[in-house]
């Protein structure tokens, strides 16, 4: 009878604890650690854990994971920077800038960016938290992050997070109550946004500083999405993938000799200046452009992007970004990758105008899935049976009415101190360094503000910070920024 009974209360509690596999509503694990971060010795906390996002009563709707890294012994917190990190896809978790680029632990990856088992992190000697304290966060669906069921068991709508407009006022309201909550409304403010994190954070500039009145620093988009560009059927986005295509073959070595010898820094600002000036009117006259313009655009393409004379003619001159992955080492039997067109993928069949799969983003995922779950359990002690979300459910995104271009340029424009920093791959092609230029260019087109914009280009992909000459020079490059934008007590005024 005790044998039976011991079983009907073991599965009691097996069957309770399987009904309760949710994440904690507003918890908190704090950690001590030790680091040599730019060659200097330091101390921090990681405290990692869940706040809520609140609707309008004041109930739980949404709680979002975070880690927010605190260097220990600081004498003065109010003089000490706070980056607020964000990724993208929209449905990404923020783990690529977590555990790869400015925190104190990176991935076991080789010095290009490669896989390496076994599989976990190591110190990062080049993360910016000697100079700033940082906090990583997962918006909903993403990482731990999930939206909290009412009283009555529903779920709130799914509009209230997934969209541009929707994802930037939860999200400004959820840093509010974290710079509350730690104390920071002294501290010098910056955000950081990768991918699709570009617009987030171009959107929360805005929305900070007028909803939320907290005004920032600076703004850091790394391998920035411009959708006003990528929504577009417009001559603009094709000629813009120009120069992306040129550094993509001169890495693979797949231009000409006379491009080939040259240095691709050599190269670019005349592929640049024909992107701009020539090959945008040309795909603009359509069916209307002359057979001897036609002719000369497409031998110069030819010439600048390792594609064929024929290929280009046969797409108009304007040019997939899909098929060039696919087209460019067809001969060789190898597809490129699309955010890194570094790596290299295999096809079942040579034919065909796409690549079967996005190679960089399988070796990417080969390495950080399995070292985010390690490292957050380890090394954070943070444990949970929810499954981390690497991308999470977040579709439909509700893409209307985009206007986080404009609302960077507002928060620039109300905001003196406020500067902007851009980082970029050269052989990223989902993002290309090109569209960022220009999106830089058409955020502040009266060029009043330029000098408050730094561009800053990478031999590598759209996460540029995977190859270790970049992950340092990269970091280096925010620390410099942070740097010049602290205001050393210089008032706010024009």
Not at 27 to 33: A, I, L, M, P
Not at 259 to 267: M, Y
Request: aromatic letters at 12%.
């Amino acid at each position: 009878m005790k044998k039976i009974l011991f079983c009907m209360a073991a599965l009691a509690l097996l069957t309770a604890h399987a009904q309760n596999r949710q994440i904690p509503t507003d918890t908190v694990v704090v950690t001590n650690h030790k680091a040599t971060i730019n060659n200097v010795n330091l101390e921090y906390k990681a405290f990692t854990g869940t706040q809520p996002v609140w609707n309008k009563s004041g109930e739980p709707m949404a709680t979002l994971f975070y880690t927010y890294y605190e260097r220990s012994n600081v004498k003065n917190q109010a003089n000490r920077p706070l980056v607020i990190s964000f990724n993208g896809g929209p449905g990404s978790a923020s783990v690529w800038m977590h555990i790869a680029y400015t925190g104190p632990q990176i991935l076991n990856i080789d010095d290009e960016g490669y896989p390496v088992q076994p599989y976990g992190v190591k110190n990062n000697p080049y993360s910016i938290l000697d100079v700033a304290d940082i906090v990583f966060v997962n918006p909903v669906n993403t990482g731990y992050s999930r939206m909290i069921e009412d009283k009555d068991g529903k779920l709130p709508n799914r509009d209230q997070f997934f969209g541009i407009n929707a994802d930037i006022r939860y999200l400004a309201e959820w840093i509010n109550t974290f710079v509350t909550r730690y104390n920071r409304w002294e501290s010098p403010k910056y955000l950081i946004g990768e991918s699709y994190g570009g617009p987030r954070v171009m959107g929360l500039a805005e929305e900070l500083q007028n909803n939320q009145w907290m005004y920032l620093n600076g703004v850091i988009l790394v391998s920035p999405a411009d959708y006003k560009i990528y929504s577009t059927d417009q001559p603009i986005y094709s000629a813009l993938n120009l120069p992306y295509f040129t550094a993509a073959a001169w890495h693979q070595k797949a231009l000409p000799p006379q491009l080939q010898q040259k240095d691709l820094t050599e190269i670019l600002p005349e592929v640049e200046t024909f992107a701009i000036n020539t090959l945008m009117p040309a795909i603009a006259k359509g069916g209307f452009i002359s057979a001897e313009e036609r002719n000369q655009v497409a031998e110069k393409m030819s010439l600048y992007s390792g594609l064929s004379k024929t290929a280009i003619l046969q797409h108009n001159l304007n040019i997939p970004t899909r098929f060039f992955w696919k087209e460019l080492l067809r001969d060789r039997g190898y597809t490129i990758g699309r955010l890194d067109s570094r790596y290299l993928g295999i096809d079942k069949m040579a034919a065909g105008n796409a690549p079967d799969y996005n190679a960089e983003l399988s070796s990417w995922l080969h390495s950080f899935t399995p070292a985010i779950n390690y490292y957050l359990r380890e090394h954070l002690n943070f444990k949970t049976d929810i499954k981390y979300n690497m991308f999470g459910d977040v579709h439909p995104w509700d893409r209307q009415n985009d206007t986080t271009r404009e609302r960077l340029r507002q928060a620039m424009a109300q905001n003196p101190y406020l500067k902007v920093l851009v980082q970029s791959g050269y052989y990223d092609g989902a993002t290309t360094y090109f569209a960022a230029k220009y999106t830089v260019g058409q955020l502040d087109p009266s060029g009043v503000m330029k000098d408050r914009f730094t561009f800053k280009t990478y031999r590598s992909g759209h996460m540029m910070y995977l190859r270790k000459a970049d992950l340092e020079a990269s970091n280096n490059d925010i620390r410099e920024f942070i740097a010049n934008s602290l205001t050393n007590g210089k008032p706010a005024k024009y």
